[in-house]
T-cell receptor, first 111, second 113 residues
């Protein structure tokens, strides 16, 4: 089983729709969590950290469920510019060598 | 506001050739990393440097060497390139431990023929 698993997609949704991704992780000792966004042929960029109580940044909401070992990302009122690959990232033990990237979920927003 | 700068952006090598990928950051970060990204496999850690003067192997270190030249610079060397090293390489930096996320360079697309 992979340490961090994501549905690869692609998710193809109309502009204005709400879309949600989940990401599961295998190690219960994981300490910090992030969502990154990666545009085609570009570097990953930090979208948001994921806090235990859940957090929101504009149209984006991230949640953590430690009991079930998954994190989620909700995008409301999706825009064409949201089209990208979204990477789930898990940091085990707060160690530089134990940051695991998921393979990413591809999102395509259609007009 | 350069952030993390990687060079070169593109490179084609013949099997057996060597090359060094350069990376520099201007954010005063302690930790620096080299990743490779292949289709369907996500980012895999090659080597990292938790702080100036230290380097450690990551998940896929074979065929690579690194040098943490100073706090700003972290280079990756391929001594004898192989087709299996065809990939996109990203350098990244972070505060110690990576708890506040990473900043990535724009990547190097390497093809080994």
């Amino acid at each position: 089983r992979k340490e961090v698993e994501q549905d690869p997609g692609p998710f193809n949704v109309p502009e204005g729709a709400t879309v949600a991704f989940n990401c599961t992780y295998s190690n219960s000792a994981s300490q910090s969590f992030f969502w990154y966004r990666q545009d085609c042929r570009k570097e990953p960029k930090l979208l948001m950290s994921v806090y235990s109580s859940g957090n929101e940044d504009g149209r984006f909401t991230a949640q953590l469920n430690r009991a079930s070992q998954y994190i989620s990302l909700l995008i409301r009122d999706s825009k064409l510019s949201d089209s990208a690959t979204y990477l789930c990232v898990v940091n085990l033990y707060s160690s530089a060598s134990k940051i695991i990237f998921g393979s990413g979920t591809r999102l395509s927003i259609r007009p | 506001n350069a952030g993390v700068t990687q060079t070169p952006k593109f490179q084609v090598l013949k099997t057996g050739q060597s090359m060094t990928l350069q990376c520099a950051q201007d954010m005063n970060h302690n930790s620096m990393y080299w990743y490779r990204q292949d289709p369907g496999m996500g980012l895999r850690l090659i080597y990292y440097s938790a702080s100036e003067g230290t380097t450690d192997k990551g998940e896929v270190p074979n065929g690579y060497n690194v040098s943490r030249l100073n706090k700003r610079e972290f280079s990756l060397r391929l001594e004898s390139a192989a087709p299996s090293q065809t990939s996109v390489y990203f350098c990244a930096s972070s505060e110690a431990g990576g708890n506040y996320g990473y900043t990535f360079g724009s990547g190097t697309r390497l093809t080994v023929v």
